[in-house]
């Protein structure tokens, strides 16, 4: 389970989470969408601890993460650095190192897994995203949607409990979003959770358990993306879809 608890966080003047409180299930995926600027970036960057907060507290993967950063959290982002996975929306790929290069990374550098046995995890990583030919390529040399695949096997390699995920289909053709939906699919019926966040309402409804609408740093509207996507109370959320 994912707990949010009046989570709060500003910079400099501007407050940007103000004070959000939410419980995600395990194995769920959850969406957040909403205008430009809402936070929804900086939520998922406090998820994993890639960015502190002021006020609340975060509990994931079984720990609690408390305002103040890496100082605060030292324990508990060690033990978060292997449970929480995180897909940056440009992927992030090290560009000096091939897609076999690229998963077993963080299994070696970081877990002291041999390179041998890594390399064979990675292999059977690529192959269920679906890149299994594509192991001795560098970055440059794959496509948006191909480097998004080994983002996500390099984040799975960890063995997360939880993936997050910033806008998973930017970088990607219309024709190709339907992939990425199956892909995650799949991750989520092996006990996943997913946190994504999206602008693409069809992507939202088609992956996600549960919908959260972001505005100006505060939850408007969260449940079903049928009733969330489909019939919105909010007018924030009724003007952020176009319904009014
Ligand atoms: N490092 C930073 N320093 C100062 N302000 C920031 C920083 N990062 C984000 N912000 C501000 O925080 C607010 C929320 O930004 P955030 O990136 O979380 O929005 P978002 O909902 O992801 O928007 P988008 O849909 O455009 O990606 C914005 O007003 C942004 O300008
Ligand atoms: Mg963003």
């Known amino acids: ?71 605060a959290n030292r324990a508990a982002f060690a033990k978060l650095r292997g449970r929480v996975g995180f897909v940056f929306q440009q992927f992030n790929l090290f560009s000096h190192r091939t897609a076999i290069g690229n998963v077993i990374e963080a299994p070696v550098h970081v877990r002291g897994e041999s390179v041998s046995s890594a390399t064979e995890r990675a292999r059977q990583l690529l192959a269920k995203v679906g890149m299994e030919e594509h192991g001795h390529k560098y970055p440059h040399e794959l496509s948006g949607g191909q480097q998004q695949r080994v983002a996500i096997a390099r984040a799975l390699a960890m063995k997360p409990e939880v993936l997050l995920m910033d806008e998973p289909t930017s970088a990607l053709d219309p024709e190709r979003v339907q992939d990425v939906v199956e892909l995650l699919s799949g991750l989520k019926g092996e006990g996943l959770s997913l946190v994504i966040v999206t602008h693409e309402m069809h992507f939202a409804r088609a992956i996600s358990d549960h919908v959260c609408v972001l505005h100006s740093g505060s939850i408007v509207e969260q449940g079903a993306p049928r009733e969330v996507l489909s019939a919105p109370k909010d007018p924030r959320t009724r003007a952020f879809l176009g319904l009014e």
């Open 1 to 71: 389970m994912i707990e949010l608890v009046s989570v709060t966080k500003t910079f400099g003047e501007k407050t940007v989470l103000a004070g959000i409180s939410a419980t995600f299930d395990d194995g769920a995926a959850v969406s957040l969408v909403g205008p430009s600027g809402g936070g929804k970036t900086t939520l998922l960057r406090c998820l994993n601890g890639l960015e502190s907060f002021d006020g609340g507290a975060i509990k994931i993967a079984g720990e609690t993460v408390q305002p103040g950063g890496e100082r």
